[in-house]
């Protein structure tokens, strides 16, 4: 099942996320949902609030191969890195994000297991982004305060539900 991925402004989004107690039926179901949520949207991560569920998963797929993070803490960042960076539930908006170059993080997969993961590039990025969604942080909190009041009127339209994709393809037309 396909869910509709919030979108910037929808409260969930803003919430803290309580830890996974238990991984039960609902929860892999609740997997499998969110990946073929995220395929259909073609993002390469996606967190529980995005679909309205606070609660502390995420996953990500960035083409190597489908991760699953229950519980997730980042334990080690390193270095700094400037980036595009865009999120399912801002459609169409695309910001430079300094965000750390390595990150080892360590979580439990979908098996129970708990697994501790060494990332670097779009991968580190990708656990960052979406460990934040998990803490309520979103990824125009990373960006200036200034850079943030230039994209004031895309960021209102997203809050109203609109997409920015939508929006310049209809400009064009
Ligand atoms: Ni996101």
Known sequence: ?????????????????????????????????????????????????QIGKNIRLAIIDTGENPLVFINPEIVKSSGKEICDEGCLSFPGLSEKVQRATRVVARATNLEGQKFEIEAEGLLARAIQHELDHL??????????????????????????????????EESES
């Open 1 to 49: 099942m396909v869910y509709r991925v919030l979108h910037y402004g929808e409260e969930p989004l803003r919430n803290e996320s309580q830890p996974v107690e238990k991984i039960d039926n609902d929860i892999r179901r609740l997997v499998e949902d969110m990946f073929e949520t995220m395929y259909a949207s073609n993002g390469v991560g996606l967190a529980a609030p």
């Open 135 to 168: 803490d309520g942080v979103l990824f125009i909190d990373r960006i200036s305060k200034a850079r943030r009041l230039q994209i004031k009127h895309d960021l209102e339209l997203i809050q109203e539900g609109h997409s920015l994709l939508e929006d310049d």
